[in-house]
């Protein structure tokens, strides 16, 4: 009795008990399983709260109940019997019956329809969310209030009579559309809970008998909306005829992934509320409805509708976890869905990839806002004459450092132009390639140079690639010279060379008297080859202008004069490009790594010998340099990193332990010519939050960035958070593929965002998303492309070569987490006993090292699904053994040997033995 307290102490301790009697937990053994509770606020003003378990009731069941405490009041108050209806049976009756039948060819019916329609689906739906995912099942829940207009309503209502399908039909298509294009998915599922009452005798019973079905959306093939209502009345019809499965049933035969923090199956829940019933209604009483917030989360999104007698349409609300989701994203998803539903009502043949899920506010968020990047740079200049201006302005200073010296820009200068002069009086042709193999020296720069001084195109040859692999290169190219260092250059054999090249030793080129070209900054500078899903590599064609944008004008990283940059990565890799023209274009110091790849010692020397300010690391040296020598890296100003995901954890101890020094996480393919995005870190800014993937930032100067799905001839953009593949483009665009046209037009489409005549646009293949303060958030590959060690591969060029191996019946090949970062795994079947490492020598003599996989398993056959094909999940791990059984520690207590009990109950009598406290329930199968 509450009405004794001031106004505002009342309704504070209203509050108060409403939510305890809410939270308070039912004991499943001793009972009770409903629950009321009364409060008095005034003589004549009351608050009822009726909580009920869900083992005990279930949706239908609150109308059952509504119904009957009206009769129970008004019979109560009028003085006569209530005139409730006998129940035929009982719930218990149910059960008896539900277990009787469900087995046998009956159950056999059931299972092999359920394991046919879910054959091969995604069992999770990794929907972009706010915040890192906690490691728990129980997160906090949140409500945003949801209404389909009445107009739209009877539109859809219109469509769904035209089609033969149910209201339910047409709003789960419509959610497929929305989840699916959100998440990037062609493929996902949805539960939703039916009455599953399909007895009359069971109809006016209070228990829980809803059953929750998985629907599938199979959204592939570019399909219409009309089109995909079709599957979606096909699949619904099928689990409806079949719910007679429970789903724990469903769970335990297809062995769902079991995860402490996600549904099995499914991770959003669809509820269209057509049960029975109405607001209760007692005689001499004026009720209302007390609404109460889910504090915790079903699942991670839950849309639930019901009709609305009022206006005509549909009413109801998102429950979401607050975990994982703010309410801004789920009020967004509310818009789209009823953008793509009014758009798919007025034309149901439009594909589903087209229909509209932004506002005109926030198409250009996503268009236009990211992409004012226009700055003033020398684009019309070349690379030769922008050094030529640094080294007339300061002759002196120095270019490049070595161990054994430094070399001046005016020495470089003069270097570089005999080469260029040479080159000329040969006749080289302009943009005609030119071949060069030399190790980290100034022969290398000035070669480097001299060449694009020359008009021609730089064709960087990496000296540790295969012979076979050069050859293919210089012969792909048309190369008719090939530079090189003598040492070097004896390491090809000359039956390898492709016929008519003409080789140079850079040590003989002597001074010539030829007046050298006036180079445009559309000519192009070099050409280098990454890895082909095909099995053949493509030399990507890179312009002047391409890479002085890359340098001049942006503002991811400092580039003014003082700054020291190191060559370290291999010539053939695209991130030579960053550390040789920053410091060459803008007054800079460029140090020479000598030898191959760096090891942590050597660069961290480096760094001390030469007053290293600027560096670039791949995402895995990053990762070892912060774990194994953080303080080496303390005089450094800018740091660098990317070509794979960076962990947040060490960019945190980083940015923590060296606030003055700035994180650069760069991200870009070569066809955008190194960077096309970057995202700036320092502990100045507070550094990473805590579980948050690291985001690759926004585009730089002149670079254009947009994330879009293609439908058929166009280009449909992505709302914001919503995954999409990134399109690249701007001055830092490759001209394409060398003599590939037809890769070119396939990779470089046109530009239909900027308005700009005769633009275009890389499709990168990567899948990312817009985060909310602008910056993008990279979500990998639609493809089979990994990054190993920064280097850029194809699996499908190494299976291809693998394959070719005349032991190899069968090759796969991923990249896996281990040592170290990501490495390429093999699994093979073979005609014929073949030991890996010779296999791995096959490779070695083909590919570049970054593209031999580190880790080989051989199998009797691969895996396969029930649809015959490839079940990557069940390949075996590549890089450990099975571990050996540990010592099981038994229960040592009461409560443990409780949930010794459930367990053994819940996994079965072959589980006993095989477990102890400290093991997982769902790893053991439960």
Request: proline letters at 9%.
């Amino acid at each position: 009795d509450l009405a004794a307290l001031p106004p505002a102490a009342r309704s504070t301790e209203e509050r108060r008990l409403t939510r305890a009697a809410a939270r308070l937990p039912f004991d499943l053994a001793r009972g009770p399983l409903f629950r009321a509770l009364l409060l008095r606020l005034e003589p004549e003003e009351h608050v009822l709260l009726v909580a009920m378990h869900h083992i005990v009731s279930d949706g239908w069941s609150i109308g059952v109940l509504v119904r009957e405490l009206g009769e129970l009041y008004a019979a109560g108050r009028a003085g006569r019997p209530a005139t409730l209806p006998p129940l035929p049976v009982q719930y218990a009756d149910y059960a008896a019956w539900q277990k009787s039948w469900l087995h046998g060819e009956t159950l056999d019916a059931l299972l092999a329809w359920w394991r046919e329609e879910l054959a091969d689906a995604p069992q999770t739906l990794d929907l972009p969310i706010d915040r890192p995912r906690p490691a728990v099942s129980v997160t906090p829940g949140a409500e945003k209030p949801f209404a389909v207009p009445a107009a739209l309503a009877g539109a859809l209502a219109d469509l769904g009579r035209r089609e033969g399908v149910t209201p339910f039909m047409t709003l789960l298509a419509g959610l497929h559309v929305l989840l699916g294009r959100h998440a990037g998915r062609r493929d996902l599922l949805i539960g939703a809970p039916v009455a599953h009452r399909t007895r009359a005798e069971i109809e006016p019973l209070i228990g829980f008998f809803i059953n929750t079905l998985v629907h599938r959306g199979r959204l592939g093939g570019a399909p219409s909306f009309r089109t995909l209502l079709g599957r979606v009345r096909t699949s619904a019809l099928g689990a409806f005829a079949h719910q007679d499965l429970p789903f724990e049933r469903l769970v335990e035969e297809l062995a769902a992934e079991r995860s402490r923090h996600r549904t099995p199956l499914y991770q959003v829940l669809f509820v269209l509320q057509n049960a029975p019933g109405g607001p209760l209604q007692l005689p001499g009483l004026t009720l209302q409805e007390l609404p109460l917030t889910a504090e915790t989360a079903k699942t991670d999104l839950l849309l639930s509708l019901a009709a609305d007698a009022e206006t005509g349409g549909w009413r109801g609300l998102w429950e979401y976890s607050a975990a994982l989701f703010d309410a801004a994203t789920v009020e967004r998803l509310g818009r789209s869905l009823n953008l793509l539903l009014t758009a798919a009502a007025a034309d149901p043949d439009a594909p589903i990839a087209a229909l509209p899920l932004m506002s005109a506010q926030e198409r250009c968020q996503v268009l236009e806002a990211p992409n004012r990047t226009a700055v003033a740079y020398p684009r019309e200049l070349s690379l030769g004459a922008l050094f030529l201006k640094e080294a007339h302005r300061a002759p002196d200073a120095v270019a490049l450092s070595t161990a054994e010296g430094e070399v001046s820009r005016a020495e470089l200068a003069e270097r570089s132009g005999r080469i260029a002069r040479f080159l000329v009086a040969r006749g080289v042709a302009p943009e005609e390639r030119i071949g060069l193999v030399a190790g980290r020296s100034p022969d290398l720069i000035a070669a480097v140079l001299g060449i694009l001084r020359a008009g021609a195109t730089w064709l960087p040859l990496d000296p540790s690639y295969p012979p076979q692999r050069l050859a293919w290169m210089l012969a792909d190219a048309g190369a008719r010279l090939l530079l090189a260092e003598r040492q070097l250059v004896s390491s090809l054999p000359a039956e390898a060379l492709p016929a008519g090249l003409a080789v140079c030793h850079l040590d003989e080129i002597g001074d010539r008297e030829a007046p050298l070209p006036a180079v445009p900054a559309e000519a192009l500078a070099y050409v280098m080859y990454t890895s082909g899903s095909t099995g053949t590599p493509k030399g990507v064609a890179v312009t002047h202008r391409n890479v002085i944008r890359l340098v001049r004008g942006s503002s991811f990283a400092a580039m003014d004069p003082g700054q020291v940059w190191l060559l370290a990565a291999p010539v053939s890799f695209d991130a030579s490009t960053l550390e040789i023209w920053a410091p060459l274009l803008n007054g800079g110091r460029l140090a020479l790594l000598p030898g191959g790849l760096a090891s942590l010692d050597e660069l961290a020397r480096c760094i001390s010998r030469f007053g290293l300010t600027s560096l670039w690391l791949t995402a895995g040296l990053f990762h070892q340099m912060v774990e194994e020598r953080l303080e080496a890296l303390r005089p450094l100003q800018q740091l660098l990193a990317g070509g794979d995901v960076l962990d947040p954890a060490a960019i945190r101890r980083v940015t923590s332990a060296l606030p003055g020094l700035t994180v650069v996480n760069g991200y870009g393919p070569t066809e955008g010519t190194t960077f096309t995005t970057c995202h700036r870190m320092s502990g100045v800014n507070g550094g990473e939050p805590a579980g948050v993937p690291v985001p690759i930032g926004r585009p730089i100067a002149n670079a254009r960035v947009y994330l879009a799905d293609p439908v058929e001839a166009e280009l449909v953009p992505v709302p914001p958070g919503a995954v999409g593949e990134l399109y690249a483009g701007g001055d830092g665009l490759a001209r394409g593929y060398l003599g590939r046209p037809d890769r070119t037009a396939e990779r470089f489409v046109p530009d239909p965002f900027s308005g700009l005549p005769g633009e275009r646009l890389y499709r990168t293949g990567d899948r990312a998303r817009l985060l909310r303060g602008g910056s993008l958030e990279f979500l990998g590959r639609l493809d089979g492309q990994v990054k190993i060690r920064g280097f850029r591969v194809e699996v499908g060029e190494v299976e291809a070569v693998l394959a070719g191996h005349p032991a190899v019946r069968q090759a796969v090949v991923e990249a896996r987490d281990g040592v170290g970062g990501k490495l390429l795994a093999a699994w093979v079947t073979l005609h014929e006993p073949c030991d890996p490492a010779a296999l791995q020598r096959y490779l070695r003599g083909r590919l570049p090292e970054p593209l031999v996989p580190t880790a080989w398993t051989v199998l009797e056959a691969l895996p396969l699904t029930p649809n015959g094909k490839l079940d990557r999940r069940a390949l075996p791990d590549p890089f450990t053994a099975p571990p050996e059984s540990p010592p099981r520690e038994l229960p040592r207590n009461a409560l443990e040997e409780l949930i010794d009990s459930l367990w053994r109950e819940a996994l079965g009598p072959a589980a006993t033995g095989t477990y102890g406290i400290h093991d997982d329930f769902f790893a053991l199968g439960g």
